[in-house]
């Protein structure tokens, strides 16, 4: 056998001595690449080397693990093979045969993975040189990315689409730091929005990689979107396309009511009695608290495309309340990110029997119309239960920042509160100790608006703790305050019970004055306090124009009167930290403004209702006693107009948010980077047709 083998090798040559004199086989490919990494050239003497060699399986992770054990200066001096390995593979995709062409593409992302992989150890190699050589970089990019739309594009086994799909993602995802990976100025420069929007648009490329399409889609956005003009965020901004968009629109919804579904299955009421339900108990103890992190983490990449749609395309905001009957499953996305989520649990039959829900109730949900925006505010009311950890506090805060987008737009608005489009949303409730958990999974109908402020009341109830979630709760109080807006300027009278919402936020005032000395350590409760008073003075000044009848405007006096003492107790709080210079005394001075007409509807009133005791020898009065005196005596009080109540600063990510959606991409990437394995090249041939 001479120094440079050929791709037709001998069969005793396929054998080599293992342990204890054992005949271990060693795979062909492999027999290759060692010749190829020794600097040698198999194709010397056989013109056909390469297209053969595309014919054998792509063992990735040999390439990789070979790549691992070199130093810097080996990479360098491969720098040849690795740039002829890119070269040939590119000129193959050319090639009409599906197994040359799927072996190619998993060749390449097994070397820009490997590569990727050793520079990150800073062995101060060029990537870009070493993988493709800096003189033929810019036309070979540009002939792959041009293979690869056109893979994506035409009518190919669906192998080849999540083979291109994986090179880009590959690619994408080669460096935690989406920002700082160079060689996606290729893609900027050299399109696949349009090939992604095909995709969306066509059901049956959808359903088996509309996953992969948005995630990458949603990466090549944040390409140095804060330092350069990025194209993708360009044309995603301006995409009309309604099929792509109800394309989108449809594999998050997919893939939030998956997560749903699950969680329902998950804690529906156990048959066989108390040992039964005991033994799932303690059983769910040790595994449902990891399998839900993990859940949510897999849902950051949809969240992140959710929120990137909203957020650069106001054509979007129509998908969010397009109605339709809930899909079976989908199928599983092709990326190996997918394979996260676990056993399909979709299925009753595939669930253990003491989960399995009523059958019933799912067949009666299942005939229930939905949209996209009822689906998110459940997923919501799920997510945001428990936020102790920062996966799950993220999590909730990129949901809130995507409600804040949608309560600021008007057209959302005007969905929301159509009293013509009304959505039953089963929205789930936390464990707490004065209540027993139970979901209505048949909800009245009513306009998402209802739907929408339900969800805040129910988290500004449930998250009074030491360590308060204070960023999360000033965004759940922003939307509350937005929506408010839109019907002060609208004139839209929502039949709400408003009463709880006043009753959540005065009882999030007498908590944050309970543990003032606690929370100021760490916390500007004054600022959140303030942010509740305005709410109430919202209704205060404009409520004749919003809330649904006179009774509500004459019960909102009746609150405030009847719970004047936890104001008092909070004018007074802030009272002292005016008079002394410290850290909070500017905002402490804000809140003591911001109260001066609940002070005076106190002032006003406390003194008739008692004097009508009074004279009607009453030590207490019932509501409508209260109610008598508050219409007979609106005439002479007097309240200050206070400006700006319906102005808030509106949402921008940058400079306040861009910190956390930097670090959100690289939790992506790095949850896909560790995802990635060598099972891909064997799933995707064995689709092949024969």
């Known amino acids: 056998?001479?120094?440079?083998?050929?791709?037709?090798?001998?069969?005793?040559?396929?054998?080599?001595?293992?342990?204890?004199?054992?005949?271990?086989?060693?795979?062909?490919?492999?027999?290759?690449?060692?010749?190829?990494?020794?600097?040698?050239?198999?194709?010397?003497?056989?013109?056909?080397?390469?297209?053969?060699?595309?014919?054998?399986?792509?063992?990735?992770?040999?390439?990789?693990?070979?790549?691992?054990?070199?130093?810097?200066?080996?990479?360098?001096?491969?720098?040849?093979?690795?740039?002829?390995?890119?070269?040939?593979?590119?000129?193959?995709?050319?090639?009409?045969?599906?197994?040359?062409?799927?072996?190619?593409?998993?060749?390449?992302?097994?070397?820009?993975?490997?590569?990727?992989?050793?520079?990150?150890?800073?062995?101060?190699?060029?990537?870009?040189?070493?993988?493709?050589?800096?003189?033929?970089?810019?036309?070979?990019?540009?002939?792959?990315?041009?293979?690869?739309?056109?893979?994506?594009?035409?009518?190919?086994?669906?192998?080849?689409?999540?083979?291109?799909?994986?090179?880009?993602?590959?690619?994408?995802?080669?460096?935690?730091?989406?920002?700082?990976?160079?060689?996606?100025?290729?893609?900027?420069i050299n399109s696949v929005f349009e090939s992604v929007v095909q995709i969306l648009g066509n059901p049956e490329s959808r359903s088996s990689h509309g996953h992969d399409a948005i995630l990458l889609l949603t990466l090549l956005v944040q390409y140095r979107k804060y330092e350069s003009a990025n194209p993708y965020i360009v044309k995603l901004s301006i995409l009309d396309d309604e099929l792509a968009l109800h394309g989108f629109a449809q594999i998050v919804s997919s893939l939030l009511t998956d997560f749903n579904r699950q969680y329902r299955q998950s804690t529906a009421q156990p048959e066989g009695g108390f040992f039964a339900s005991l033994t799932n108990m303690v059983g769910s103890m040790f595994v449902a608290e990891e399998k839900k992190t993990e859940a949510m983490k897999a849902n950051d990449a949809v969240l992140l495309a959710l929120y990137e749609a909203i957020h650069l395309n106001r054509n979007f905001i129509t998908t969010l309340t397009q109605s339709h009957t809930p899909s079976t499953p989908t199928t599983p996305p092709s990326s190996p990110a997918s394979h996260r989520s676990g056993p399909d649990l979709n299925s009753p039959n595939n669930l253990p029997s003491d989960a399995k829900p009523d059958l019933a109730t799912l067949t009666d949900s299942a005939n229930q119309p939905t949209n996209l925006l009822v689906t998110f505010l459940e997923y919501c009311s799920i997510v945001m239960q428990d936020i102790k950890d920062v996966t799950r506090f993220n999590n909730a805060k990129l949901c809130l920042i995507i409600l804040t987008i949608i309560a600021e737009d008007q057209y959302a608005n005007s969905l929301m509160h159509d009293v013509n489009m009304n959505y039953r949303v089963p929205l789930h409730k936390m464990p707490m100790r004065h209540r027993k958990v139970t979901v209505d999974m048949k909800p009245a109908s009513r306009p998402l608006a209802s739907a929408l402020l339900d969800l805040i009341v129910e988290f500004t109830q449930s998250h009074m703790m030491k360590n308060i979630p204070l960023e999360l709760y000033l965004r759940s109080l922003g939307i509350a305050h937005r929506i408010l807006c839109y019907q002060k300027k609208c004139r839209v009278r929502l039949q709400y019970p408003w009463k709880e919402l006043w009753t959540a936020l005065i009882n999030l005032l007498k908590f944050v004055m309970s543990n003032e000395s606690h929370l100021l350590k760490k916390h500007d409760i004054f600022h959140l306090s303030s942010q509740m008073v305005n709410i109430f003075n919202l209704f205060i000044t404009f409520g004749d124009t919003f809330l649904p009848n006179p009774s509500s405007y004459d019960e909102l006096y009746y609150e405030i009167i009847r719970m004047h003492q936890v104001f008092d107790n909070l004018y007074s709080?802030?009272?002292?930290?005016?008079?002394?210079?410290?850290?909070?005394?500017?905002?402490?001075?804000?809140?003591?403004?911001?109260?001066?007409?609940?002070?005076?509807?106190?002032?006003?009133?406390?003194?008739?209702?008692?004097?009508?005791?009074?004279?009607?020898?009453?030590?207490?009065?019932?509501?409508?006693?209260?109610?008598?005196?508050?219409?007979?005596?609106?005439?002479?009080?007097?309240?200050?107009?206070?400006?700006?109540l319906d102005q808030y600063e509106r949402y921008s990510e940058k400079p306040k948010e861009a910190s956390f959606f930097t670090q959100m991409v690289r939790q992506v990437i790095s949850d896909y980077r560790k995802s990635y394995g060598v099972t891909g090249p064997k799933s995707a041939l064995q689709e092949l047709p024969s």
């Not at 062909?28 to 020794?38: D, N, P, S, T, W």
């Open 1 to 188: 056998m001479t120094s440079k083998p050929s791709v037709v090798l001998p069969k005793d040559k396929l054998l080599r001595k293992g342990s204890h004199s054992k005949m271990a086989l060693k795979e062909k490919i492999v027999q290759i690449y060692e010749a190829l990494f020794r600097g040698e050239d198999p194709s010397t003497g056989n013109q056909n080397f390469w297209d053969e060699f595309f014919l054998l399986r792509v063992n990735a992770q040999y390439l990789e693990n070979e790549i691992e054990k070199l130093n810097g200066e080996q990479v360098q001096a491969l720098k040849e093979t690795i740039n002829s390995m890119i070269y040939h593979s590119i000129e193959t995709l050319k090639d009409e045969h599906p197994i040359r062409a799927v072996n190619a593409m998993h060749t390449i992302s097994a070397l820009i993975h490997a590569i990727f992989q050793k520079s990150s150890s800073d062995h101060g190699f060029d990537i870009i040189n070493v993988l493709i050589g800096f003189d033929i970089a810019e036309a070979q990019m540009q002939i792959l990315i041009e293979r690869l739309n056109q893979l994506l594009t035409s009518d190919r086994p669906l192998s080849l689409k999540s083979a291109a799909l994986s090179v880009l993602m590959v690619l994408i995802t080669a460096k935690e730091n989406v920002s700082q990976n160079m060689m996606l100025e290729y893609v900027m």
């Open 573 to 644: 709080m802030a009272l002292r930290y005016t008079t002394t210079e410290g850290q909070w005394k500017e905002s402490a001075v804000k809140l003591t403004n911001t109260l001066v007409n609940v002070r005076a509807i106190i002032n006003h009133f406390s003194p008739k209702v008692d004097s009508w005791a009074a004279a009607n020898s009453l030590s207490s009065l019932t509501e409508d006693q209260v109610l008598e005196v508050v219409r007979s005596n609106y005439d002479t009080l007097t309240l200050k107009l206070q400006e700006n």
